[in-house]
Nanobody
Framework: VQLQASGGGLVQAGGSLRLSCAIS??????????MAWFRQAPGKERDVVAV????????YYAASVRGRFAISRDNAKNTIYLQMNSLKPEDTAVYYC????????????WGQGTQVTVSS
């Protein structure tokens, strides 16, 4: 499975961005339990932001983004999105998409990361 993240950039506080993660790999659908967005700010650990179950579409959000961010998927395009609204300076981080393996339950495939910077 290969993941390609895009859509990051510089935005003012209160603004919006939409991240995309294009997924490729012939056996992706049957080997993937869920897709997620993580983020890592300078000097901090990588934390999960949002998760979407690939087959059922159920979602999970970190408390810090709930109500502001929305994760979605387009199965036909093999793409997931993260719509980020009401952005805050503390949302500044490198954002990564990742695929959770059915076999191991771990996030084994990662995109390259896309920088999101929110200015105050």
């Amino acid at each position: 499975v290969q993941l390609q993240a895009s859509g990051g950039g510089l935005v003012q506080a209160g603004g919006s961005l939409r991240l995309s993660c294009a997924i490729s790999g012939r056996t992706f659908s049957e080997n993937t339990m869920a897709m997620a967005w993580f983020r890592q700010a300078p000097g901090k650990e990588r934390d999960v932001v949002a998760v979407i179950n690939w087959s059922g579409g159920g979602t999970y959000y970190a408390a810090s983004v709930r109500g502001r961010f929305a994760i979605s998927r387009d199965n036909a395009k093999n793409t997931i999105y993260l719509q980020m609204n009401s952005l805050k300076p503390e949302d500044t981080a490198v954002y990564y998409c990742a695929a959770q393996s059915v076999a191991s339950g771990r996030y084994e495939s990662w995109g390259q990361g896309t920088q999101v910077t929110v200015s105050s």
